[in-house]
């Protein structure tokens, strides 16, 4: 026994408050391989659905490239929903806020990985005309829901034209 107390763990912050009139986008990436050929999708429905690819990559570059896409595509109220935590939480806990205010380190004084996507992504949910226009959720990946199930499918399908 080392004598130290548990460290206490910090409350998980309540879920976003969703935008009024909100249009559901759920969003997913994917790569074979990490690094490797990639692939990026969002959707509203089965038929209003957008995806791309890049030729090497990672599974995260392909989850914040998807949010990236669309909300700087698609006007007016979002919830984005993401399988990806290091999306969601990004955004609900707000990491981006500390990572500006240390010059875009994290909290370890590290350079933040995918600044190139965060930042611009962190520009366009910011820039909305209205600050609470554009939420996150998270949805549990390979679970059996439809639209998930729908940009998995996507991404997938799209990290084979990379």
Known sequence: MTGRA?????????????PVGAREVFTDGACRGNPGP????WALS????????????TNQ?????????AVTR??????VVSDSTYVVNCFRDRWWAGWQARGWTNSA???V???????????AVCGRAAA?????????????HPMNDLVDRLAVAASHQA
Do not use: C, I, Y
């Not at 998270?138 to 679970?143: E, F, N, Q, Y």
């Open 38 to 41: 990639g692939g990026w999708a």
């Open 74 to 79: 698609l006007d007016g109220p979002l919830l």
């Open 113 to 123: 990985a995918n600044r190139d996507l965060w930042e611009p992504l962190v520009d």
């Open 109 to 111: 004084r590290k350079p």
């Open 6 to 18: 548990p460290r206490a763990r910090r409350p998980k912050p309540p879920a976003m408050a969703v």
């Open 61 to 69: 570059r392909m989850e914040v490239q998807a949010v990236l896409e």
């Open 132 to 144: 609470e226009q554009v939420a996150f959720a998270w949805v549990k990946g390979h679970s059996g």
């Open 46 to 57: 089965p038929d209003d659905h957008a995806s791309g690819h890049a030729p090497a990559t």
